[in-house]
Structure formats: structure tokens, C-alpha cells
């Protein structure tokens, strides 16, 4: 089992930009898939980003690439979610996820533990 805390949120202008950190605990960090998802007011969470066991491997929403990077950190326990160029419409809050199988899962059921989220608000 695996706990996951976020940090990093917060109130930042259209155009700026944003680290999201999600803490892991545990010594199987490293054997978990990791995720972010997000979920605005009045809509169903959705998947933002996906990171591979070794880091090699990343996958995006289309409403996120080129401006979300997602990485790994083992010898901290740690995944980020670097976020450029913010828009109004990334207003959410933003949740950590592991995924303890194979594969870059999408969907919230293909993870098996979430952290508690963190709330990100872009003004226009």
C-alpha cells in the first residue's frame, strides 16, 4: 500500500505557471505507475498526465500537452507535475494517483490509490 500526499497548488494568473508535488510513502515507490488527474466544479474527474515505473515512459490529455510535464523522482518518492502557459480552464483540483499494474492507465479505475488533492486556480 502506498500513501500519496500532494502540495503546490494555489492562486496564480492565466499564463503562469505551477509545480505540483505528490509525495509517496513507502519502499515501492518505484514499482508503481503514476498519475494526475484533475476535477473542476460540477464535472468528472479526468486524466491530466501518466508516468511510467522507470520514467521513460509519459502520456498526456490532449488538453494538456505541450504545456504539463510530468516526472519522477526515486530517491525522493516524489512525482511532479510541472504546469506552463496555465489557462482559467485548468482551474481544479488536482489529485495524485498509483496504479500497481502494468501500462499508462487513463481512467480513474485503473488506479488504485489517490491522494487527498490540491486545489489550483487560474484567474483570467
Known amino acids: 500500500q502506498v500513501h500519496l500526499v500532494e502540495s503546490g497548488g494555489g492562486l496564480v494568473q492565466a499564463g503562469g505557471s505551477l509545480r505540483l508535488s505528490c509525495a509517496a510513502s513507502?519502499?515501492?515507490?518505484?514499482?508503481?505507475?503514476m498519475g494526475w488527474f484533475r476535477q473542476a466544479p460540477g464535472k468528472e474527474r479526468e486524466f491530466a498526465a501518466a508516468i511510467s515505473r522507470s520514467g521513460l515512459n509519459t502520456y498526456y490529455a490532449d488538453s494538456v500537452k505541450g504545456r504539463f510535464t510530468i516526472s519522477r523522482d526515486g530517491a525522493k518518492n516524489t512525482v511532479y507535475l510541472q504546469m506552463n502557459s496555465l489557462q482559467f480552464e485548468d482551474t481544479a483540483v488536482y489529485y495524485c494517483a498509483a496504479r500497481n499494474k502494468l501500462g499508462l492507465g487513463v481512467g480513474t479505475t485503473d488506479y488504485d490509490y489517490w491522494g487527498q488533492g490540491t486545489q489550483v486556480t487560474v484567474s483570467s
Open positions: 513507502g519502499r515501492t515507490f518505484g514499482t508503481y505507475v
